[in-house]
């Protein structure tokens, strides 16, 4: 199970980067999807989360305050991969950016057990992708 996170880069305050978590190893149509941030000297965040398609809720997403009506989470089982389209990007926003994965096809499940922006709600983890909003 490997999940690897690309696409983060230099941008000017305003703009916008769109983030991929490319999954091999397994599928991703039983799995949710959660992207996290790590800040300079701050804990990691969840940022962004979105349920299996087969799950209970259909693909339901979830944000963070911060980041609510300018990012959005999405994923095309097809490609397995999910995708955080990032826009009016702020100075705040630059991080190590994360993803990660959870089998949600059992009740027993963390994504059943934690909140949904909590890192303890998944179980698998990629490599990080750095976003810094810079002008």
């Known amino acids: 199970v490997q999940l690897q996170a690309s696409g983060g880069g230099l941008v000017q305050p305003g703009g916008s980067l769109r983030l991929s978590c490319a999954a091999s190893?397994?599928?991703?149509?039983?799995?949710?999807i959660g992207w996290f941030r790590q800040a300079p000297g701050k804990e990691r965040e969840g940022v962004s989360s979105?349920?299996?398609?087969?799950?209970?809720?259909?693909?339901?997403?979830y944000y963070a305050d911060s980041v609510k009506g300018r990012f959005t989470i999405s994923r095309d089982n097809a490609k397995n991969t999910a995708y955080l389209q990032m826009s009016d990007l702020k100075p705040e926003d630059t991080a190590v950016y994360y993803c990660?994965?959870?089998?949600?096809?059992?009740?027993?499940?963390?994504?059943?057990?934690?909140?949904?922006?909590?890192?303890?709600?998944?179980?698998?983890w990629g490599q990080g992708t750095q976003v810094t909003v810079s002008s």
């Open positions: 990660a994965a959870v089998f949600t096809g059992s009740y027993s499940s963390n994504w059943y057990k934690r909140p949904r922006l909590s890192d303890s709600a998944f179980d698998y």
């Open positions: 190893g397994f599928t991703l149509d039983y799995y949710a």
């Open positions: 979105i349920s299996s398609n087969r799950s209970g809720s259909g693909g339901s997403v």
